[in-house]
């Protein structure tokens, strides 16, 4: 059978192996070492060294990840903020002008912000649900058009369709990061986006205990991102690239469970009387709720929601849990729980949290594969004990 016919729960676990397996391992073993003999290569970028990212648990790992988001190419980086910031700084240069999604996740947000402008590039800021809206914000000298498939942390979906198009008309180069809704419910590629990032730290890998980035285009953004990319620096370490390798053949189920955690976690709490908020795409009562079931495979693993008594109420009720984690990050394995404005979006200034909308007293959670049962019963009596 033609391997590129296999489905997606096939292709996480055989896409990219090595044929013949490497002395018949069934794992691709972790090749150690910083640099390779020379092969009379012509091409710097082709040096086999490990800060161009092009060991053989490299090479293993960005061909299953174009495999499984249906790319031409893929690369793996040291972060996903180092993933974000190489492509932007590839395709944005003095004078050019960004539009980006109004609520992004804190680090890209911040980085947008403050830190593009030194560089003398322009932004401006979109809501990726208004179409209406995106005109009036172009200029000339506009370039790159940034979004999230699944918003962090409003967990809202834009109309990422029309964001295609609008790019195409208006000749941009379409990014999204594509970390929330991972390839398992989303591959922004095969609907038209011209780049999709991930923190792959998060849904990617899946067990909270490596950081890395992904970036997945065709042959001619990814040979212009590789080069930026190995002056920069951001490179994965062989160690890492095995862990995510790993990871990954588990996405398919872990997703599986976490979407039906999710929505029934949601569920509960948007019938209980001391929660105000709930957002998630799954629920009917989403605005985002007809474009998730129209773009998206599943409605994601993560939520976030208000609860009645402000910032001290939600601290309350975090600290009464027993079962979620409360830190910063997502997409693992174990639930993870947190107020963004301490952690992921503590970058953000009062009037930058207000823009983007982001309650103080907003709480994220990350939904683990625990027993949902038990996810339920913990929040059930830290909402009781407050």
């Not at 990422?160 to 195409?168: G, P, Q, S, T, Y």
């Not at 398992?184 to 923190?199: K, T």
Request: hydrophobic share 40%; with cysteine; charged share 20%.
């Amino acid at each position: 059978m033609d391997k590129k016919k296999h489905t997606f729960n096939t292709k996480v676990i055989h896409a990219g192996e090595p044929d013949p397996r490497i002395e018949g391992a069934v794992n691709v073993p972790i090749f150690q070492s910083s640099t390779f003999e020379f092969e009379g290569q012509t091409d710097y970028n082709a040096l086999k060294y490990i800060r161009l990212n092009n060991t053989p648990n490299h090479i293993v790992l960005h061909k299953k990840i174009a495999a499984i988001e249906g790319g031409e190419k893929a690369l793996v980086t040291s972060s996903g903020m180092s993933a974000i910031t190489t492509t932007l700084l590839t395709f944005l240069k003095n004078g050019d002008h960004l539009l980006a999604n109004n609520t992004l996740y804190g680090g890209t947000a911040d980085y947008i912000k403050n830190d593009l402008p030194d560089y003398g590039i322009e932004v401006d800021f979109i809501d990726s649900a208004d179409p209406t809206s995106w005109e009036e914000k172009i200029k000339p000298n506009t370039k790159v058009v940034y979004v999230e498939t699944i918003t962090n942390p409003l967990m809202e979906i834009g109309a990422l369709d029309k964001i295609v198009a609008f790019a195409n008309q208006n000749n941009l180069i379409s990014m999204i990061d594509n970390t929330l809704a991972s390839p398992a419910l989303f591959c922004p590629v095969q609907h038209g986006f011209d780049i999709s990032l991930h923190s792959a730290t998060k849904y990617l890998n899946g067990h909270t205990d490596i950081v890395a980035g992904a970036i997945i285009g065709n042959e001619q953004h990814m040979s212009m991102i590789t080069s930026k990319l190995n002056h920069l620096g951001g490179s994965l370490d062989p160690h890492a690239c095995y862990l995510l390798h790993r990871g990954i053949k588990t996405l398919s189920i872990r997703m599986e469970r976490q979407c039906k955690s999710a929505l029934l976690i949601a569920k509960f709490l948007e019938n209980h009387k001391k929660v105000k908020l709930v957002n998630y795409p799954g629920l009917v009562s989403s605005s985002s709720h007809n474009r998730a079931k129209e773009l998206l495979c599943g409605f994601g693993g993560m939520l976030s929601f208000i609860i009645e008594g402000g910032v001290e109420a939600a601290d309350a009720f975090i600290g009464k849990l027993d079962i979620p984690i409360s830190t910063a990050s997502l997409g693992g394995v174990e639930s993870l729980i947190t107020r963004p404005v301490q952690t992921s979006h503590s970058l953000l200034s009062d009037d930058e949290l207000e823009f983007a909308g982001i309650d103080k007293a907003l709480i994220r959670l990350s939904v683990g594969i625990e027993a949902v049962d038990d996810l339920i019963d913990d929040m059930s009596q830290a909402l009781d004990a407050i």
